[in-house]
């Protein structure tokens, strides 16, 4: 079944597309989810918390999903932002089709789907909001952590949610001890909401840059 694990870039298992309704308190989105993708019967708790509880951006400028499935976070943000660019990235090139469908079907022209490498070397976000893929492991997703937290306006946020039984708290101490200041801003349900900040000017181990998808 690897092969047909949403994490990666083409599922082998066969498409089944689906509707679903994402109720939120300030708007509700009709989706189309499919076979492949992360959470497709269902909004993920995780993605739910992160949703209805994490902040608006800090400051004002591009928004980024990192992991973003079929786009549950990406199309809330646009909706709540439309006049900001939305970008989700994934490597599951399936996941980015739906994030390009569901942009159109709800009428968001600001949503922009892509793999990693197609995102511009030198577009920087204001603020990241991510349900990151825990089960890729712990290397592969500290690199995935580092390489877009390199990318935030150095003003910007990356609102992360994550389960305290899955590391959330070491996870934490490890993006701080990394240079960049990380704070819990709220936890619920068992998941923690972390704030990350950007490296200041010279700070954390130049080891921990890694770049990967």
Same mark, same amino acid.
């Given at each position: 079944?690897?092969?047909?694990?949403?994490?990666?870039?083409? $599922?082998?298992?066969?498409?089944?597309?689906?509707? &679903?309704?994402?109720?939120?308190?300030? +708007?509700?989105?009709?989706?189309?989810? @499919?076979?492949?993708?992360?959470?497709?019967?269902?909004?993920?708790?995780?993605?739910?918390?992160?949703?209805?509880?994490?902040?608006?951006?800090?400051?004002?400028? $591009?928004?980024?999903?990192?992991?973003?499935?079929?786009?549950?976070?990406?199309?809330?943000?646009?909706?709540?932002?439309?006049?900001?660019?939305?970008?989700?990235?994934?490597?599951?090139?399936?996941?980015?089709?739906?994030?390009?469908?569901?942009? =159109?079907? +709800?009428?968001?022209?600001?949503?922009?789907?892509?793999?990693?490498?197609?995102?511009? =070397? @030198?577009?920087?976000?204001?603020?990241?909001?991510?349900?990151?893929?825990?089960?890729?492991?712990?290397?592969?997703?500290?690199?995935?952590?580092?390489?877009?937290?390199?990318?935030?306006?150095? @003003?910007?946020?990356?609102?992360?949610?994550?389960?305290?039984?899955?590391?959330?708290?070491?996870?934490?101490?490890?993006?701080?001890?990394?240079?960049?200041?990380?704070?819990?801003?709220?936890?619920?349900?068992?998941?923690? &909401?972390?704030?990350?900040?950007?490296? $200041?000017?010279?700070?954390? $181990?130049?080891?921990?840059?890694?770049?990967?998808?």
């Amino acid at each position: 079944m690897s092969g047909s694990h949403y994490f990666t870039g083409a $599922p082998e298992v066969a498409s089944e597309r689906r509707p &679903i309704t994402v109720t939120l308190p300030d +708007l509700t989105l009709e989706l189309t989810t @499919d076979a492949g993708v992360f959470s497709r019967s269902r909004l993920d708790p995780g993605t739910r918390v992160l949703l209805e509880h994490a902040p608006p951006p800090r400051v004002r400028g $591009p928004i980024l999903d990192v992991g973003c499935g079929y786009g549950p976070i990406a199309l809330t943000w646009a909706s709540r932002r439309k006049r900001l660019p939305v970008w989700g990235v994934d490597v599951n090139t399936r996941a980015l089709d739906l994030v390009r469908l569901n942009a =159109e079907a +709800l009428g968001l022209g600001n949503v922009q789907a892509a793999l990693p490498e197609e995102v511009p =070397e @030198d577009l920087r976000f204001a603020a990241i909001y991510s349900n990151p893929p825990i089960r890729i492991g712990k290397a592969a997703l500290r690199r995935l952590l580092l390489q877009w937290l390199g990318r935030l306006t150095p @003003d910007g946020s990356a609102f992360l949610v994550v389960q305290k039984n899955l590391g959330s708290d070491s996870l934490q101490t490890w993006l701080t001890e990394q240079g960049h200041p990380t704070s819990r801003v709220t936890s619920v349900n068992g998941f923690r &909401i972390l704030e990350a900040r950007p490296r $200041p000017e010279g700070a954390g $181990p130049e080891s921990g840059r890694g770049t990967t998808s």
